[in-house]
Nanobody, 121 residues
Framework: VQLQASGGGLVQAGGSLRLSCAAS????????MGWFRQAPGREREYVAA????????DYTDSVKGRFTISRDNDKNTVYLEMKSLKPEDTAVYYC???????????????WGQGTLVTVSS
């Protein structure tokens, strides 16, 4: 599975961005999909996950109510809608595919290449 993340950029605090993660090489509908992020000098951290059917989602506390993860299995794509962005959301965002859990990097089977999100104050 190859994952290609896109949609990052520079946005002011309070703004919005939509990240996309397109898959090739295999269909995504058998994978739990998620997003992680890594800020400068910090470890990669879990952000959100969506079940294979798209009906169940999970978020880390710091993004609840602001971020929405979704997937379109017909398009083999996963999305992360980010609203009310804060400077502390600045990071490289990575999409991830897993056949197990998603909260820890060790569970991830495939990673996207990352897309940079910068939120200015």
């Amino acid at each position: 599975v190859q994952l290609q993340a896109s949609g990052g950029g520079l946005v002011q605090a309070g703004g919005s961005l939509r990240l996309s993660c397109a898959a090739s090489g295999s269909t995504l509908n058998s994978y739990l999909m998620g997003w992680f992020r890594q800020a400068p000098g910090r470890e990669r951290e879990y952000v959100a996950a969506v079940s294979w059917s798209g009906t169940s989602t999970d978020y880390t506390d710091s993004v609840k109510g602001r971020f929405t993860i979704s997937r379109d299995n017909d398009k083999n794509t996963v999305y992360l809608e980010m609203k009310s962005l804060k400077p502390e959301d600045t990071a490289v965002y990575y999409c991830a595919a897993s056949t197990g859990g998603m909260h820890y990097s060790v569970n991830v089977d495939y990673w996207g290449q990352g897309t940079l999100v910068t939120v200015s104050s």
